[in-house]
């Protein structure tokens, strides 16, 4: 094995190690709808509100989301694992039949919303740049909803958790 292929898997590894909420990101628009689980979502600035969002530049749905120029990322609660594996890809379940499962509306962009994510931030693509294997959007955030309570669902050692906000100590 080549000494930058060893580099890379070991960073993978490295990563692993590295708790990341479990979100779906979703598009809807004249390229079609389509959503994938991503854990490489992160905050950039509050003003505006802007989210950077990474997906494998081998990924059938940049074109899509490209094309649509608006997504929304969904912060999963714990008992969204099994949507999640769906738009993972780890189950056999297309597309289509993907957002015809219960707990999906349309937001005010015209972008699927799921129904008790702890959040669902619905925005308009600002950039879009290519590093190594990844393209990065950024997403100017034009509406947010957040759920009233719930736990988190985390991706750890490739595997999902449930993340517990636990027990808030009154004084």
């Known amino acids: 094995m080549s000494d930058d292929n060893q580099h890379r898997l070991r960073f993978r590894d490295a ?3 590295l708790p990341a909420a479990v979100n779906i990101v979703t598009t809807e628009g004249p390229a079609g709808r389509c959503g994938i689980t991503a854990t490489a979502v992160c905050s950039i600035t509050d003003s505006p509100p802007t989210l950077l969002v990474c997906v494998n530049s081998k990924s059938a749905m940049n074109p899509v989301f490209r094309q649509n120029e608006r997504m929304c990322i969904n912060v999963l609660n714990h008992r969204q694992e099994e949507m999640a594996r769906h738009f993972a890809g780890m189950t056999e379940l297309p597309m289509a039949d993907r957002f015809l499962l219960e707990g999906w509306r349309e937001g005010s962009l015209g972008q699927p919303i799921l129904n008790e994510a702890l959040a669902s931030l619905e925005g308009q693509i600002a950039q879009v740049q290519t590093l190594g294997t990844h393209q990065m959007y950024l997403v100017e955030i034009r509406h947010i909803w957040l759920a009233a309570s719930g736990d988190g669902l985390i991706y ?13 100590e009154t004084g």
């Open 156 to 168: 750890f050692k490739r595997r999902f958790h449930a993340l517990t906000a636990g027990q808030q």
């Open 15 to 17: 990563m692993a190690n």
